[in-house]
Every structure is written in C-alpha cells, then in structure tokens.
C-alpha cells in the first residue's frame, strides 16, 4: 500500500496533507511546468482541428430587451477555437476568463465580436466561435381574460468569426405551438354529419427552432423573433388561462389547423419578409397524439454556401 496505512499505528508511505496557508509566489508560478512548452510529438494524426474548446460553462450575463430593460440571465457557454496541426492544446481557463473580463456588459450578438477577438489574441487559432444559450423570458398575455404570465423561450446568440476577419452572427430561437391536424378535424366533421358521432380531432404540442443570420449591419431582438413565429402559427401555447382562454385556444386551433408542413412555410413567409435576416432555417416538429412517432419538416431560405437544411437531431425539439 502507498497511500495507505497496513497497520494502526504505521504511516503510510506516501504522506497526504493539504496546506491551507500556502500562497504561491510570482517565483514558484514562473517555476511551474507548462505542457504547452512541451516538444514531444502529438497523440495521434498530425491535422488541423477543426473546433476545441469548453462547453456549459455558466455564468450570469446581462441581456438588453426590446424596450430597453436590462435582464440577467444565467447563460450556458459554448466557445471554441480551431487548433493548427503543429499545436497540441489549448489552455482552456484562457476562453473563460475572456466572458469573466466582459462579464459587466450588456451582451448582444455584436458583443460576440469582442469575445471571439479575445479569443484569438490569447489562444494561437485560425478562427473562433461562440454560443451563448440562455432562456427568454417575455410576458404574455391570455387571450381573452387579462391574465398575464412568463413565457420562457430557449434561445441563443451565436458568433463566429474566421481567420479571415469575416464576423457572422446568429440567433437561435425555440417556439412552443399547438398544431391540429387538418386530416384529423375533416374526418371528425365527416363522423358528425354523417352519423352525428361526436368526436375530437388529433392536436399535438410542437416546437419550431429557427436559425436567422443577422444582415450586416442590421439588428433583431428576440422579441421580433417570437413576434415573427406567433403571427405565422397563431396557435402559441399559453401561460396563464381561464375558462374564456381555454375556449378561445380552441377556437383558435380549429381556425389555424395546420400540418407540419404548412408551419415551416408559415414561418418561412414571414422570416423571408424581414430586410434585417440574411439568411435562415426552419425545424418544426410535430409531436404526434395520432401514432408514435413525429412529423418532422426543416426549411431554408436557399442561400448559396448558406443553410442547408441539413438539421436532423429532432429528438432535440421534444417539448
């Protein structure tokens, strides 16, 4: 045994003991090895990679709303940096330390642009990106009784920026609705006329995510986002409700029934009419009541070398 005794009244081997007075000098840090110093040859093939870095690192970050207000939000951070093929790591405190620098601002997808360039100053790379994803919240108010209530909306600011200098910014934004199935409400109104059965058509809760690249130059808040996603679906699920609100989220899915399909083009209509995104792409998924599985659709905008709709983690937008 090394760290431990084989007898009572034995030591072990290896004495253990923490020193809570020890503070390190400027000469012991300087004495300190470094692995970066370190010639001998890397684990594996000698290429480039293409992202490295920390990721859910937390923090509480202030965010501007539409109207101005200022709102801290604990924030999940993703940051990387692409690795060139004769280095062997990054020190990875070196991307926390750069939000803990900024942490006082008012974080904007513009913000990112300061983030990414500290990134580049202290950690050798050809480029860098970063995400912030935090949850929204916005009030909204019932539809017809007055009550008003906090809806939360899963949202991100994202940046990169590439060695050539070229900055891009993204938002990220999750938006929950009610979807009736058209099929489904044609076949209860058959069942009605036909043999007065009375029935309820098929509706699911669902979740549409978009991602919008800002147009240079341009700014849009989360709050024209969601506006953007409630005046295409029209069915968003509410926060607080009476029996008039119930009513009246049932009046409202039977007029704006809609299959997956007709909410990613709903979508898309309105994003497309918005100067301020340069481009965009549209996951909505439909969390079936009917069978098993979901229905799923993704749309983009069709930017050449922009998104592609090539999104297929749709386990993600369960809700």
């Excluded at 916005?138 to 209530?149: F, K, P, T």
Aim: charged letters at 25%; aromatic letters at 10%.
């Amino acid at each position: 045994m090394y760290l431990h005794k084989v007898e009572a009244d034995s030591e072990a081997p290896i004495a253990r003991s923490y020193d809570d007075a020890f503070r390190p000098t400027e000469e012991y840090r300087e004495s300190m090895p470094d692995i970066m110093d370190s010639v001998e040859s890397m684990q594996g093939a000698a290429v480039p990679i293409q992202q490295v870095g920390v990721s859910n690192f937390r923090l509480p970050l202030k965010y501007r709303r539409a109207d101005g207000e200022i709102v801290l939000l604990e924030t999940s951070v993703v940051g990387t940096v692409s690795l060139e093929a004769s280095l062997k790591g990054i020190n990875m405190s070196r991307i926390m330390r750069s939000f803990y620098e900024l942490k006082e601002e008012v974080f904007t997808p513009d913000t990112i642009r300061r983030v990414l360039d500290a990134f580049c100053e202290k950690v050798v790379s050809l480029d860098a990106r970063v995400a912030l994803k935090f949850n929204y919240p916005i009030v909204q108010e019932s539809l017809r009784s007055g009550l008003e209530g906090y809806q939360y909306y899963q949202s991100s600011y994202e940046g990169r920026l590439t060695t050539a200098g070229v900055f891009e910014k993204f938002i990220v934004f999750d938006f929950v609705y009610s979807s009736a199935c058209p099929c489904s409400a044609e076949l209860a109104e058959h069942a009605r006329d036909l043999r007065d059965a009375y029935s309820i058509p098929h509706s699911q809760r669902s979740k549409a995510r978009i991602w919008v690249k800002i147009a240079e130059g341009a700014n849009i808040s989360i709050e024209d986002l969601q506006e953007h996603c409630a005046n295409g679906l029209k069915t968003e699920t509410q926060v607080m409700v009476k029996r008039e609100d119930e009513q009246a989220f049932a009046e409202l899915n039977g007029v704006y029934i809609k299959f997956v399909e007709d909410a990613a083009r709903s979508i898309f209509k309105e994003l497309n009419g918005d100067a301020r995104i340069a481009d965009f792409q549209v996951a909505c998924s439909h969390l079936e009541s009917l069978h098993s599985h979901d229905a799923v659709s993704v749309i983009c905008k069709g930017v050449p070398g922009g998104f592609q709709a090539d999104f297929t983690d749709f386990k993600d937008l369960v809700c």
